[in-house]
């Protein structure tokens, strides 16, 4: 061999080790670290309250099916779609998260999953992926998106949608205020129960203090319209009010003294993104910088709730998440409304569309 010869195969060795380490960092950089134990427990969380028989009927699934799964994070959907499909058709579980994709590529290996395909997608506006795919059923489940501003995406997307396809949106159900009418029955009762609770109490602090003064001062007096008022603003203060949630994660006694009901119990258990509220309170995450204002008021209700639910109506409480405005963007995007179900998955809304 030529010293030539010798330089050219040196340099060649020497381009694939950079080609090489330059790909496992690339690696490196998207996969990351491992998923956090308590983001996978959520996502179970909230695949065993959402994927209900019911649910899963009105999917349709049947063999052959090509499916979509936009933001499946760890891929608790997407296991039960491939699943169901039996090994045929193909299930596209897209995320943004490399560590996600990644996770759900080896669970889809140990499940032996073979007609599930983990993709990573860009952040932001339609990945170049999507459109090489006709979709018979595309799914977005709990995103976090301003859908009135995304109308440009998904009017991209529903020309992936094959003929007869279906989009599937489910959304959290709002939270609304608290007013003077959401006090039923025994309201004395509730005035009471308000004026002893413990100063250590998280619930003490729902209250002004001048409020505690008044109705301290109330003796037999019939509670007056103007101070039900009183009390519902003050609830609704608490709404906004992120320590209320923060001290609900963070303290024991807090914890073990809620009674939510089965349905609220699992809703608030994947609510709250780091903390398992049975569990001890990861110190190196700050929950006001990890929840949406919104999440932070249906959570702050259902805390209300138990505490003093037979002082409260059972209707109204919680409202549509799928909002005139929302509707709206999705018939600017050129889809139809099928169905919208507001009652068989608690505290959120599943709705079909069509293409136009």
């Not at 709002?174 to 250590?200: C, H, K, N, V």
């Not at 809703?267 to 995450?285: E, Q, T, V």
Request: proline letters at 3%; hydrophobic letters at 35%.
């Amino acid at each position: 061999m030529t010293d030539r010869s010798k330089r050219m195969r040196v340099s060649a060795i020497f381009l694939l080790l950079v080609v090489s380490i330059a790909v496992q960092g690339t690696s490196a950089e998207t996969k990351g670290s491992r998923l956090e134990p308590w983001r996978i427990e959520r996502d179970i969380q909230r695949f065993k309250t959402v994927a209900t028989d019911n649910v899963m009927k009105l999917l349709e699934l049947r063999t052959g099916m090509t499916i979509l799964d936009i933001g499946a994070g760890t891929g608790q959907f997407a296991y039960e779609f491939a699943r169901r499909l039996d090994g045929t058709g193909k299930v596209y579980a897209t995320d943004t998260n490399g560590q996600c994709i990644d996770f759900i590529r080896k669970e889809a290996g140990r499940r032996g999953l073979e007609n599930l395909h983990p993709v990573l997608v860009r952040k932001d506006g339609i990945d170049g992926f999507y459109g090489k795919q006709k979709y018979d059923l595309i799914t977005v489940f709990h995103i976090s998106m301003t859908f009135e501003d995304q109308v440009d995406y998904f009017r991209e997307l529903r020309g992936s949608l094959a003929e007869g396809g279906r989009l599937i949106l489910i959304l959290y159900k709002i939270a609304t205020p608290f007013s003077s009418g959401d006090f039923t029955g025994d309201f004395p009762g509730l005035i009471r129960e308000l004026s002893l609770e413990p100063a250590g109490s998280p619930f003490y602090n729902i209250l002004k203090d001048s409020t505690r003064k008044r109705i301290g001062e109330l003796r037999e007096a019939e509670p007056s319209e103007e101070l039900r008022n009183t009390i519902a603003g003050e609830f609704n203060g608490m709404l906004s009010d992120t320590r209320f949630a923060a001290q609900f994660s963070k303290g024991s006694v807090f914890r073990k003294d809620v009674n939510f009901s089965p349905e609220e119990r699992g809703y608030a258990g994947w609510l709250l993104p780091p903390y398992k509220y049975s569990g001890p309170l990861r110190k190196d995450i700050n929950i006001q910088n990890a929840l949406s204002a919104r999440t932070f008021a249906t959570i702050n209700k259902l805390l209300i709730l138990q505490r003093y639910r037979k002082y409260l109506k059972r209707d109204g409480l919680f409202v549509s998440g799928f909002t005139s405005s929302i509707k709206a963007a999705f018939e600017k995007a050129g889809y139809r409304v099928e169905q919208v179900y507001s009652d068989i998955i608690p505290f959120e809304d599943m709705i079909v569309f069509s293409s136009r």
